[in-house]
């Protein structure tokens, strides 16, 4: 199977079955709307004790945004604040790359399949709709991302 074949699969698996996906609760809820395609995601989120915990999302959208939503998700749930902001860094780097560096598979895990959307700029903001929700959502919890 081609890498590109597998990539694909990756992500349209998580597209059709997303991991963490729900109706946010909790008093922290922090909502993100890309106006250049109308993707949209609500994510509620908790930290406790340095750790990433009670991670939810929801949205609507293309597959990229839907898929990078569930990546992220899984990625950073039950990880460190610290881990999640290097994971944060290295697929912010990998998106705005424009298709010149391939990101760190050991820390990006599934999210290495979202590599080529960093050549279509106009898909970058799909793929980082849901990280940026998580940063803000990070930030107003009092983590320094």
């Known amino acids: 199977m081609e890498l590109d074949s597998l990539y694909q699969e990756v992500i349209l698996d998580h597209y059709k079955k997303p991991h963490h996906k729900g109706l946010p609760v909790g008093e922290l809820q922090v909502h993100h709307v890309n106006p250049n395609c109308g993707d949209e995601i609500t994510l509620s989120l908790a930290i406790k004790d340095g750790k990433v915990e009670d991670l939810i999302w929801d949205g609507v959208g293309c597959s990229i945004s839907q898929a990078s939503a569930s990546i992220m998700s899984d990625l950073v749930s039950g990880k460190s604040v610290e881990s999640a ?52 959502a990070a930030i107003q919890n009092g983590a320094e991302l």
Do not use: H, N, Y
Request: proline fraction near 2%; aromatic fraction near 8%; hydrophobic fraction near 50%.
């Open 85 to 136: 902001r290097v994971a944060l860094q290295e697929f912010t780097e990998l998106m705005q790359s424009k298709g010149t560096i391939s990101g760190d598979e050991e820390i990006l895990e599934d999210a290495i399949a979202l590599a080529g959307v960093s050549k279509f700029p106009a898909r970058v903001k799909c793929a980082l709709l849901s990280w940026m929700a998580f940063k803000d």
